[in-house]
């Protein structure tokens, strides 16, 4: 044996890996009671028994998290894409509708009307409408909003 | 569910789904948290920073390493950011052995070996020395904590440390000698206050 101990880096190999470490290491820690008892110190340092409770978070870390995810923005973009097309077909067939009742009855319906009421009428029907229709839209995007939250959370507690 | 499957099913929208992720990795996400960062509030402010930010990057995972890891990954970047941002570097540790290892090396191995005490007496100082050492791990440089927990206690391979950390593979080596060493002597210092 040319030194006297176990170098600190020899005897945590050997702690490690036992028998697959050196066979010089096996010998000198039969017959070195100081470098033996170092290397056990090291395996008792790590060994199962030794083992901390690992550490848990005092929260619940998973419904704090989704509560703040964000609505995936693929998929806001497609919906808010399908409202405008439904919208503006709504809006498009309406106006075709209304045009083609006014063509072929405007003299039946509206002979003893003068153009100025008929504007204003017309005119205050299209500014309902179009009150009526931004009102459904938002509460349509708040209740999914909700939906969606509750969505959330219902799957943070089913996974 | 396969983890393939599981994170395009989240990108596609079914964002309920990443309470999977939170739940199979939290436990990872803990350790590196607890290892680094002292302050309990803290803490809740980052383990909620680090899986938003996992959610926000989830398309650019590449499936080129564990889920787990990835995320491992985000979670010591963020506490890393966190230490730079409250000026508290990471320390070297400089311990020596104990003046009196020999002696108390010897002590120890009596205590822990010796068949002649009751296993009742056995047991209490077991539970004695896993104190020591939990209270010497918490007084070495948050590096070496996390290498250690890393490997002993979450049994993680160099190649997945080294992918957390961002350090070249012998560098977590070296780094885990030296904390094993320095776990080593503090443990044996506390031991000698309690004995004295």
């Given amino acids: 044996m040319n030194k006297e101990h176990l170098s600190d880096s020899e005897l945590q190999e050997y702690s490690l890996n036992g028998e697959n470490c050196p066979p010089q290491f096996n010998e000198h820690i039969q017959s070195c009671n100081f470098c033996r008892q170092k290397a056990e110190l090291y395996q008792l340092m790590f060994s199962s028994e030794m083992k901390p409770e690992a ?14 995810l964000p609505v995936p923005q693929s998929t806001a973009l497609e919906k808010s894409y399908t409202i405008y097309w439904v919208g503006a077909s709504v809006f498009l067939s309406a106006g075709a509708l209304i045009y083609l009742i006014f063509m072929t009855s405007r003299g039946f319906l509206f002979g003893k009307i003068t153009p100025m009421t008929l504007g204003i009428s017309i005119t205050t029907f299209l500014a309902i409408f179009a009150v009526l229709g931004i009102d459904i839209f938002q509460k349509h995007t708040k209740q999914m909003k909700v939906l969606q939250s509750e969505l959330q959370q219902l799957g943070s507690l089913a996974v | 569910m396969e983890e393939k499957d599981l994170i395009n099913r989240i990108l596609r929208g079914e964002s309920a789904l990443f309470a999977a992720i939170i739940k199979q990795t939290q436990g990872l996400v803990a ?29 650019t995972f590449q499936f080129q390493s564990k889920l787990s890891t990835w995320i ?36 120890l191995s009596n205590k822990t070996l010796s068949s002649t005490d009751n296993e009742t007496e056995q047991l209490l100082f077991r539970a004695e020395l896993a104190e020591l050492i939990q209270a010497a791990l918490d007084t070495l440089p948050p590096m070496y904590r996390l290498l250690i927990t890393l490997y002993h206690y979450e049994e993680l391979s160099y190649d997945e440390m080294s992918a957390i950390t961002n350090l070249p593979v012998g560098t977590v080596k070296n780094y885990l000698f030296r904390a094993r060493k320095a776990l080593k002597n503090r443990l044996l210092k506390n031991y000698s206050n309690e004995i004295l």
């Fill in chain 2, 31 to 59: 350790q590196i948290v607890f290892k680094l960062v002292k302050n309990p509030e803290d803490r809740k402010d980052l383990a909620q920073d680090i899986y938003l930010k996992a959610y926000k990057n989830l398309s």
């Fill in chain 1, 55 to 68: 550490p848990i978070f005092d929260f619940d870390l998973t419904q704090t998290v989704m509560r703040q």
């Fill in chain 2, 72 to 107: 491992g990954q985000i979670a010591y970047n963020t506490c890393l950011a966190y230490l730079d941002k409250k000026k508290l570097v990471l320390p070297d540790g400089h311990d020596s052995a104990h003046e009196n290892e020999e002696t108390l090396l010897e002590y």
